[in-house]
């Protein structure tokens, strides 16, 4: 059974940064598409930065330039660097990976719904 525990989300004052870590364990494949996706109240969670099956990165328009996405296969851990945070990067943020996704590149960022693995998220709160 594959297991996403998220972690180092917190709260900052807008203009800082966080780095957001997703420890992976219990997998059985060798390759997985991975992911972060946010979820504000009220609102549908979203995808932020993905990285699909070939490597490829793909972010959101909201966080380009500030957010990197990367991971330590060694470490099995996928981490979001999140700098220049604002007031509107709150939310709830979530790991999320799947070994099948065949989805490339920016469409990925649209596939919530079909990763089946998910972590249990963590908080990030911006202040103004």
């Known amino acids: 059974q594959v297991q996403l525990v998220e972690s180092g989300g917190g709260s900052v004052q807008a203009g800082g940064s966080l780095r957001l870590s997703c420890a992976m364990s219990?997998?059985?494949?060798?390759?997985?598409?991975m992911g972060w996706f946010r979820q504000a109240p009220g609102k549908e969670r979203e995808g932020v930065a993905v990285?699909?099956?070939?490597?490829?990165?793909s972010y959101a328009d909201s966080v380009k330039g500030r957010f990197t996405i990367s991971q330590d296969n060694a470490k099995n851990t996928l981490y979001l660097q999140m700098n220049s945070l604002k007031p509107e990067d709150t939310a709830m943020y979530y790991c999320?990976?799947?070994?099948?996704?065949?989805?490339?590149?920016?469409?990925?960022?649209?596939?919530?719904?079909?990763?089946?693995?998910w972590g249990q998220g963590t908080q990030v709160t911006v202040s103004s």
């Open positions: 219990g997998y059985d494949y060798s390759t997985y598409c």
């Open positions: 990285i699909d099956l070939d490597g490829t990165t």
């Open positions: 999320a990976a799947d070994p099948y996704l065949q989805i490339r590149g920016p469409d990925l960022l649209n596939a919530k719904g079909d990763f089946g693995y």
